[in-house]
């Protein structure tokens, strides 16, 4: 099965950047799909960025613009390049499939914090 690991969060100042990286314990290029997902104190945790296996990618309304969803099928890897980071992208990002029926088992996410 493939499990994620996920890195690259920190506190950052607002305006900033962040590159997270997810690493999967085997292949990706069998699954279609690959997401970031973000989860806060009081909210669900909800799907941020979106990657085919193609050209294909989707993002949250909120980041659009800012974020930068990446697949590495060589490397097993997920990427997301976070620019002009908000106080509001504060959250645990998590990656996953892109698709909620196929989810696998979740990492430990990785923090970023937004703050001046």
């Known amino acids: 099965q493939v499990h994620f690991v996920e890195s690259g969060g920190g506190l950052v100042q607002p305006g900033g950047s962040l590159r997270l990286s997810c690493v999967a314990s085997?292949?990706?290029?069998?699954?279609?799909?690959l997401g970031w997902y973000r989860q806060t104190p009081g909210k669900q945790r909800e799907l941020v960025a979106a990657?085919?296996?193609?050209?294909?990618?989707n993002y949250l309304d909120s980041v659009k613009g800012r974020f930068t969803i990446s697949r590495d099928n060589a490397k097993n890897s997920v990427y997301l390049q976070m620019n002009n980071l908000k106080p509001e992208d504060t959250a645990v990002y998590y990656c996953?499939?892109?698709?909620?029926?196929?989810?696998?088992?979740w990492g430990q996410g990785t923090q970023v914090t937004v703050s001046s």
């Open positions: 996953n499939t892109a698709t909620l029926t196929t989810l696998l088992q």
């Open positions: 085997g292949s990706i290029a069998k699954i279609y799909g």
């Open positions: 990657i085919s296996d193609g050209p294909g990618s």
